[in-house]
């Protein structure tokens, strides 16, 4: 058993993981930016240096799932702020603290690092190729992946990047900067309007099989590694919205559908091998299943339906 903190861990991602990690036997205590009531629970904002000092300063925790961050790339845009200050500051705190305590760290980075990149994206892409990052939440997932790696040169610290590649699922509340598919399924049950940008492609990855291959990290840690976790499964938005209109049993009316969304990018091929190889990794929810759970979780939470 291991004593493992999740940052981040009241999120779409942090919970579900932090239970399954709980559920494998450790000690999971979590750390969110909010007051709460949850059992080990330690509020922390990571922007805040004297803050991340007092949660980890003699907690003795093995392994730091570091997941808070400010999320999103037009949320980057209109709030850079309080964006490069958790995503970068936030980071470097955690990696000083790093340095004293010795602990291994699960850093999230993002599948926005490759920028527009064309070609497959495999994990040493950016070792060989001078990749533009197209936003500012982009760069800072960049950025922290170089802070990680020059405290690993310098200090030895040991940390493994996970780069998520779109995951989706219930416990993603709506908000107008989350996923393309939360934000499509919150439009269509309240019958409002949404665009739809048919050119893009994806692979999404369902919660429940991203956090199984996340915690299996601890079971198989390998300091320096970098690691894509995506679905199996590429599809275009349109796809994804035309599933989400038929199950609901609703037309296309609503729908405004454009070619491709600016400084975004266009199609993420994505090779997930390494995580297979090394984590387990398993795509076993199907669009066509977990969107109709993401959608009973929706109607469920916002009481429509």
């Known amino acids: 058993m291991a004593k493992i903190l999740v940052t981040g861990g009241l999120g779409a991602v942090g919970k579900p993981l932090s239970a399954e990690l709980k559920k494998r036997g450790n000690e999971v205590w979590i750390a969110d930016r909010v007051h709460s009531a949850e059992a080990n629970y330690v509020r922390c904002d990571v922007g805040e240096f004297h803050q991340v000092e007092r949660l980890l300063d003699g907690a003795g925790f093995d392994y ?8 999103g790339r037009r949320n980057g845009e209109d709030f850079y702020e309080n964006l490069w200050k958790s995503n970068a500051i936030g980071t470097k705190n955690f990696i000083r603290m790093q340095e004293r305590l010795k602990f291994r760290m699960i850093f999230f980075s993002s599948s926005e690092v490759y920028g527009d990149y064309r070609d497959v994206m495999l994990e040493d892409v950016m070792d060989k190729v001078a990749v533009k990052q197209m936003n500012d939440y982009a760069m800072s997932k960049w950025v922290n992946e170089m802070q990680i790696l ?36 919150y439009k269509a049950l309240h019958n409002q309007p949404y665009t739809v940008y048919t050119k893009h492609e994806r692979t999404s990855s369902y919660i429940d099989d991203s956090a199984k291959t996340l915690a299996n990290i601890v079971d198989n840690f390998k300091a320096s590694e970098v690691y894509n976790i995506a679905g199996h499964e590429p599809h275009n938005m349109k796809t994804a919205s035309d599933i989400i209109l038929k199950y609901l049993g609703k037309d296309d009316s609503l729908v405004e559908y454009k070619d491709a969304q600016p400084e975004t990018t266009l199609v993420k091929k994505v090779d997930v091998s390494k995580a297979v190889r090394d984590l387990k990794h398993k795509s076993t929810v199907s669009l066509e299943e977990g969107i109709p759970r993401t959608i009973e979780w929706q109607k469920e939470v916002y009481k429509v339906g």
């Not at 730091?64 to 999320?71: K, S, T």
């Open 64 to 71: 730091v799932y570091h997941l808070a961050a400010e999320f």
């Open 150 to 185: 020059n405290s690993a040169g310098r200090f030895g610290t040991e940390t493994v990047r996970v780069r998520l590649f779109n995951t989706y699922g219930p416990g993603e509340y709506y908000s107008e900067y989350r996923s393309a598919i939360c934000v499509f399924i």
